[in-house]
């Protein structure tokens, strides 16, 4: 575009360009779109703050996902708003807060456990929901691992596939041991698959199984009662976000009735149990993030590869052991990822 402008005229006035627009008109052109530029970018900045929502059990797993969401850059309260709901004990709370997560219309709920899992894709079938659970595919959340195909996806932490693994660790631990008291949460819909699994590896090994139902803090104390009188030699927890606010307490009443204890959580170790072998649940629980992340950017569920833990840890109270007055194998030792002293 040819532009000259006219000797003696600081102004402009009379500057033309060949497309016949006067200076000023054109200025005044360029700052009405200077100003409406800012507009725009604010417009774009003001896009609604997302918001999620966090269904569990127990408040250690909240703990490890509010951990991831800092690791992907969240801040809550700033860029992200996360509704958190807890039932505790009362199971029986999760549908009713469910359908209140539901009818908030978040962006993202993420349920975990398998029991907040079920409650959240009973109340939608279009909110994503990213889950920590066990037995994705048995319980018809998704439609496989690599294509969940609906609105869930998330962490398998693989509890059932396991749970011949732990009594094989327990016998190793105790060469002789015959019978195992096997406590499980009926309330949990993954916890069946681990019994099924348990039954069978108890067969192969020889181990008598005496199954005990515990849905609820008052049943613990009944149920070790009842472990102790049959001379159960050992108890079995079948993973259960229920049992983790209770492992201190169980810890302390096995250590009193001098039986072992076994579960899927290295946590429970730290509060007293003798061992765990299993998944880092805490790390699953901060991998959760990753799912809303993704989601939050635009991917769908239905896309996003369910994942699986890749390591799993053996861990050991040595402290307990001693409480028990058990020797730990120096085989059993060796295999431990983590021993507390």
Known sequence: MDCRVKPGNDEGVGWRCAGGIRRRSFFALLGGAVAAWPLAARAQ?????????????TSPLEDAFRQGLRDFGYVEG?????????????????????????????????????????????QTRTI????????PIGLGFVASLAKP??????????GPEV????????????????RVALLWNPDDPAAHFSVEESQGAADTLGLSLQILQVATAEAIDSALEAASNERAEAVVLMPA????????Q???????????????SKEAVKLGFLMSYGPDVLAANRR??????????????????????????????LRTAKALGLSIPTTLLATADEVIE
């Not at 900045?45 to 059990?57: D, F, H, N």
């Not at 994503?128 to 037995?135: C, K, Y």
Request: no cysteine.
């Open 163 to 178: 749970s011949g693994k732990r009594l094989q660790l327990l016998k190793q631990l105790i060469p002789s041991i015959a």
């Open 288 to 317: 959760l993030a990753y799912f809303v992340d993704r989601i939050l950017k635009g991917a769908k569920p239905a896309d996003l590869p369910v994942e699986e833990p890749t390591k799993f840890e053996l861990a050991i109270n």
């Open 241 to 248: 976000p229920f049992f983790s606010p209770h492992a201190e």
């Open 149 to 158: 195909g609906g609105n869930v996806t998330g962490v398998s932490l693989l």
């Open 250 to 264: 169980i810890a302390s009443l096995t250590i009193q009735k001098r039986l072992p204890t076994l579960y899927f």
């Open 45 to 57: 900045q003001a896009k609604p703050t997302p918001r999620i929502g966090y269904l569990s059990v």
């Open 78 to 122: 700033q860029n992200l708003i996360v509704e958190y709901r807890r039932v505790g004990d009362t199971a029986s709370l999760l549908d009713g807060l469910a359908a209140e997560l539901v009818a908030l219309k978040l962006d993202v709920i993420v349920a975990g456990g398998s029991q907040a899992t079920r409650a959240v894709l009973a």
């Open 128 to 135: 994503p929901i990213v889950m920590g659970s066990t037995n």
